[in-house]
């Protein structure tokens, strides 16, 4: 059994992997911060925890899930098994029900009705041209007003006022469908918040799944995660989050909120959206916020890498038998996928690549490699392109097909040409024989 049951387990964990970078500097909520978790990021170093941020008594935590090696960790897996383990606990067979509990950590702090202030929490401006402050990181907890199932989620909220936020939530959501049932009766629909929470839960809730997210939370560590009931909602929210928001969206009630850093990697417009109207704040003694850097990393490694690796790994399978891995590369912003391929044909790298393609509607460019290829390295995978691609007949196009209408090479309806690549090595045009390879050594065992 692993060690992670909450926030605070996971930072110790990624600390003695040296993946925790904790700058104690004085750190301006507005911009700065977001600029430095994406930096440390972008590097590969890890995530990032601010002692200090300005004007604010609570630390901020960012960038929990913001790569591979970090993912592994907060999934209590080797590298290798990544997909493997996303796929078991993807499985409806592996969940695991959530645990009732009387008593919850975030209970240690409420605050309710007049009380409640959101201007106390730190919720950081991320993107330059963003609205302002957006919650990015929390996790929504609503429930099914027809069957009573619990349900995760990301909604981005922007701050409307002390006890007033905007919630965005896109047609096909589930939250819609339930927001829009109690719309039907004329009836609010309740919605909790939390935020700082066990790295398990912040990857169920980037999962599109028929059940309760909070049952993968529960596959993910083996055990049922444990909740307890709101203060003044009906919901059951994990008893280790830090922070709690309790509330509610009234029926026909829309207001203006936006722009936001977007997954595709541009900004977003504004959108008419739900109201969230705050009931209750609580949480623990030294709570530690949490955040989500909007349109970077982690925002696709949660959304598009993790929960659809394994669905594009069934794909690729089942036309080959040869795939020695596979890859969804978070610069990529979802729409790119980078296969691995000990190749017995000549023709099946594209074979291969068109399975890829239509496992998923956002997968637009498929890169197909040898074994020698570190596809999460993305210099490996460049080298590949410049050294192994003739590029009148190594590629294919598909005009026409169908993408993500966000992507930024479709049309507004997603129409667009979707991209073969075979970038494997093709002896019998050229044999250069073997690749130069330095095998990497660890430097801690030299540097220290
Ligand atoms: C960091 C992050 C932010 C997101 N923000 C939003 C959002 O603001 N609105 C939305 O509708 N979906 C957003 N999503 C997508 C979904 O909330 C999420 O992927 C989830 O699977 C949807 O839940 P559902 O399948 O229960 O409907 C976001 C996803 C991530 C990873
Ligand atoms: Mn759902």
């Not at 096909?172 to 790295?199: S, T």
């Amino acid at each position: 059994m692993g060690q992670i049951h909450d926030l605070r387990s996971y930072l110790e964990v990624i600390k003695k992997a040296g993946q925790l970078n904790e700058i104690k500097k004085p750190v301006n909520l507005v911009h700065e911060l977001a600029n430095i978790t994406a930096t440390i990021a972008r590097q590969g170093r890890g995530a990032a925890l601010f002692a200090n941020p300005i004007g604010t008594q609570w630390p901020v935590f960012g960038g929990a899930v913001s790569s591979s090696a970090l993912a592994a960790l907060a999934l209590e897996c080797e590298l290798k098994d990544l997909t493997q383990k996303m796929e078991t606990v993807l499985d409806p067979a592996s969940a695991v029900p959530t645990q009732r509990v009387v008593e919850a950590a975030w209970k240690q702090n409420v605050t309710t009705g007049d009380d409640v202030d959101l201007n106390r929490l730190p919720i950081p401006t991320h993107g330059l041209h963003d609205g302002g402050p957006f919650i990015t990181g929390g996790i929504t907890l609503t429930k099914d007003p027809v069957s009573g199932r619990g349900n995760l989620s990301y909604n981005r909220m922007q701050v409307l006022g002390p006890h007033t936020l905007g919630f965005n939530v896109n047609e096909w959501r589930h939250v819609m469908q339930f927001y829009k049932v109690q719309e039907a009766k004329g009836e609010p629909l309740q919605v909790a918040v939390a935020i700082g929470v066990d790295p398990a839960i912040s990857i169920a809730a980037g999962a599109r799944y028929d059940d309760d997210e909070l049952l993968i939370a529960g596959a993910i560590r083996g055990k049922g995660i444990p909740v307890c009931k709101g203060v003044t909602v009906d919901i059951d929210i994990p008893a280790d989050a830090e922070i709690v928001i309790e509330g509610y969206l009234p029926p026909q009630e829309r207001r203006k909120e936006g722009p936001l850093a977007e997954f595709h990697g541009f900004y977003g417009e504004l959108w008419n959206s739900p109201v969230f109207h705050v009931t209750a704040i609580c949480y623990r003694n030294n709570p530690i916020f949490q955040t989500i850097v909007p349109g970077e990393f982690e925002h696709i490694y949660i959304g598009n890498v993790l929960p659809r690796e394994p669905l594009l790994m069934r794909f690729v399978s089942h036309v080959s038998k040869n795939i020695t891995g596979l890859h969804i590369p978070p610069y990529g912003n979802g729409f790119a996928a980078i296969v691995q391929l000990e190749k017995s044909n000549p023709g099946e790298p594209k074979n291969v690549a068109m399975a890829a393609f239509t496992a998923h509607v956002n997968i637009a460019k498929v890169i197909v490699v040898d074994p020698d290829v570190n596809i999460y390295d993305p210099a490996d995978v460049m080298w590949a392109l410049i050294n192994r691609v003739d590029w009148s007949q190594d590629i294919f196009m598909v005009p026409g097909s169908q993408g993500h209408e966000m992507d930024p090479t479709a049309d507004e309806r997603g129409v667009q040409t979707k991209l073969g690549i075979d970038a494997t090595n093709k002896p019998e045009r050229r044999d250069y024989g073997e690749r130069i390879r330095y095998p990497e050594v660890d430097l801690s065992d030299y540097l220290s």
